[in-house]
């Protein structure tokens, strides 16, 4: 009888932590824990320049610990010629990498974009500046990142094989370093 009573206790035991191994997982990737993924939407305001911010969204490949940038530089700076003055910058896009469980790295891109006269059949806008940022982040808390960045702008001089982004050994025309407070924008409920 007390075989019987010790596999009772024994199979209860070995159930009860199977089912805390499954659990904890799931609780984790879903904010329980502390398991910061890369994806959502997200608002960053720089600290030094409290009007300057951008907007970006992150697209995680299926580890979460890596994924694409796509978004925008809301509010710029100003910047004297030959860097300005824009009319508006393209998107902004990049990749980002988890480096541990709530740091990473980035680095994206973007065009400062001048408006040119209308003539049929030529370009709508001449690129005044590509625009280089990157650097390191920390997740804080769910939902909140704090950045360290370094935004580089090169002329489109600094880019002679045309590819679009400056040539290697090329020094930045201008160099801005920044933080930033990001904000998750909340999921839909």
């Known amino acids: 009888m007390s075989i019987s009573r010790l596999k009772v206790i024994t199979t209860t035991l070995v159930a009860a932590a199977a089912a805390v191994m499954l659990v904890t997982p799931i609780g984790a990737a879903n904010g329980g824990g502390a398991a910061f993924k890369t994806e959502g939407a997200w608002v960053a305001k720089v600290v030094e320049i409290s009007t300057m911010q951008w907007s970006y969204t992150l697209s995680p490949d299926p580890s979460g610990r890596r994924a694409f940038i796509n978004g925008s530089l809301d ?48 370009p709508s806008a001449e690129v005044v500046f590509i625009g280089i940022a990157s650097g390191e982040f920390r997740f804080v808390e769910q939902g909140k990142i704090e950045g360290t960045h370094t935004l580089k702008l090169y002329l489109p001089s600094q880019d002679a094989d045309g590819d679009g982004i400056p040539d290697a050994g090329q020094t930045a025309a201008f160099v801005l370093p920044v933080s930033t407070i990001d904000t998750r924008l909340p999921s839909p409920r």
Do not use: C, F
């Open 75 to 122: 509010v710029g700076v100003s910047l004297p010629p030959p860097l300005g003055p824009v009319d508006s910058t393209s998107p902004l896009i990049g990749e980002i990498v988890m480096t541990g469980a709530a740091t990473g790295i980035y680095n994206a891109q973007w065009y400062g974009l001048r408006k040119t006269p209308y003539i049929p059949g030529t």
